[in-house]
């Protein structure tokens, strides 16, 4: 009998037009799923006939208590180079081999998208955008402001920070810098100039976060630092919605406070009702930070790669482990 594979949350339906999938669907059965599954009843109801699981990203965690519920389940193959939300050692108690893949770029893809939002945010694209298409023209839209001559304060200097330090520099911005573990000759180092996290947000017009997700981050921004903030003040967040706390988040945009530009969510697909698409001062994107062909080129030729080699019973070619 042949291994049933699924292919995940392939949203966009680019899955099949990515890779060669021919020498893989020689071998076994595979089915694309471009929709998500709403809670862990539905992810087993879905999944539990499958031998081989490839997923994007993490848009669908893999719990100890999901694994548990999948007995078939022999592989799971995911993109990218770590993923917080698959339990690996419930995994490895299983005997299940876990594999990722590299990235298709430099993380310039989600940087990129992070200025677009800031742009789209300080001139009100979004409502031009909606009044063109509602038939109107200026009517109703705020005038929005120049970022010349304005302070952009990054939460986060990383990799993708010091991306979007440089942007901020081309644009005549003056670049904040702060973190936890952030030196001055570190910020200097990356295009910008240290400041306290406090001092950052009292200072900046935009605040752009580029934090990893980690129990020490969560709610790095909430309603005290929210508080901080000057009125009209844009906060872009293109890393984890959790790094933000949603209801603080929610008070300050209803308040008229600040312009949010969000392309990550607490919950994604961010539900149909959410309060968040409801929200003023918002420029919201669906997560696309990393939704370029270049990434999608990497992530599922190097799927395939892996799926290939585990049924020719060789060792992962990319296994995933907690330091990945």
């Known amino acids: 009998m042949r291994m049933k594979i699924a292919v995940l949350d392939d949203w ?12 893989l669907s020689a071998r076994a ?10 809670d862990e009843d539905a992810a087993e109801a879905r999944l539990e006939d499958f031998d081989v699981i490839m997923s994007m990203r993490e848009r ?9 519920r999948l007995p078939k389940l022999k592989m799971l193959s995911v993109t990218g180079a770590r993923n917080k939300s698959v339990d690996l050692k419930a995994l490895a108690a299983r005997g299940i081999v876990v594999t990722r893949t590299e990235a298709g770029e430099d993380g310039s893809a989600t940087a990129e998208l992070a200025l677009a939002l800031m742009l789209a945010a300080a001139r009100r694209i979004a409502a031009g955008d909606a009044s063109i298409r509602a038939g109107r023209f200026q009517e109703g839209i705020a005038p929005g ?33 702060w973190s936890p573990n952030l030196t001055p000759e570190r910020a200097e180092a990356g295009g910008a100039q240290w400041a306290a996290k406090d001092d950052l947000l009292a200072r ?33 967040n293109t890393s984890r919605g959790p790094l933000i706390e949603e209801t603080a988040l929610l008070d300050a945009l209803n308040a008229g406070r600040i ?22 001062n918002t420029v919201l994107s669906p997560h696309l930070g990393y939704c370029v062909q270049e990434n999608f080129a990497v ?19 990319r ?3 907690d330091g990945a």
């Open 29 to 38: 059965e595979i089915r694309f799923f471009e929709d998500a599954v709403a």
């Open 259 to 280: 312009i949010a530009a969000l392309d990550v969510y607490n919950r994604e697909p961010l539900p149909a009702d959410h309060p968040l698409r409801r929200a003023p």
């Open 204 to 236: 900046a017009d935009v605040v752009s976060l580029h934090m990893v997700l980690a129990p020490t981050t969560i709610g790095i921004i909430g309603a005290r630092e929210l508080g901080l903030m000057r009125p009209g003040t844009i906060i872009v």
């Open 60 to 68: 669908t965690p893999f719990p100890a208590s999901l694994i548990a």
């Open 319 to 321: 296994p995933l482990t």
């Open 12 to 23: 966009q339906g680019v899955a099949k037009t990515s890779a060669d999938w021919s020498g």
């Open 145 to 177: 402001f120049t970022l010349r001559g304005r302070t952009l304060g990054l939460v986060g200097l990383g990799r993708l920070g010091s991306f979007m330090a440089s942007y901020g520099r081309a644009l005549g911005m003056s670049v904040l810098a």
């Open 299 to 317: 992530f599922y030729r190097q799927s395939v790669e892996n799926v290939l080699a585990f049924l020719d019973g060789k060792p992962p070619l």
